[in-house]
């Protein structure tokens, strides 16, 4: 059985290796941006109980899957069930370059446009990766990767033979 979470900066990688591991492997995918927030103008977070019972109903499910995000609050709530867990831990550079290559996201955006309209906010956010102190910070992944007890990866370069294990299988 393969249940992973895959977590790190903005433009790292995350749902990128998910969706390919979704496709290649048949596991059921669940980004974590799904079930974070409320649809409300501007967009706030929905309380943390919520998206609890989402993820703990995902996650008992699916036998196989693959959760993604950047939420280290939500993250904490999936890792009991993970069996292997994946720190994208790239350079700010590289999350950038990720961020202009992107490709749509239907999902989280009604057009490309509105997308890309989103673009220098989301790199400046990826920049505040390292000095941020919330649940989206590099300080809270790397903390929830040194508490796991499983099955784990830290992933530093795009090239990294483990993250090109992971798609592979």
């Excluded at 990766?129 to 530093?156: M, N, W």
């Amino acid at each position: 059985m393969a249940k992973v979470v895959i977590f790190g900066n903005s433009g790292s990688g995350k749902s990128t290796l998910a969706l390919r591991m979704s496709t290649d492997a048949g596991l059921s995918h669940l980004d974590l941006d799904t079930l974070a927030w409320q649809a409300t103008k501007p967009p706030q977070r929905k309380p943390l109980q919520e998206s609890e019972l989402e993820i703990i109903a995902f996650a008992q499910s699916h036998e196989d899957w693959v959760i993604e995000g950047c939420y280290a609050d939500l993250i904490a709530l999936a890792m009991p069930f993970a069996s292997q867990l994946m720190f994208l831990d790239l350079s700010v550079e590289d999350c950038i370059a990720h961020a202009y290559a992107r490709p749509f996201e239907p999902h989280k955006y009604a057009s490309k446009k509105a997308q890309d309209a989103n673009l220098n906010m989301l790199v400046d956010w990826i920049k505040d990766y390292p000095e941020r102190d919330d649940v989206c910070s590099r300080a809270a992944h790397s903390a929830l990767y040194e508490v796991f007890a499983g099955k784990k990866a830290r992933i530093t370069t795009p090239t990294d033979p483990l993250l090109q294990a992971a798609v592979d299988n």
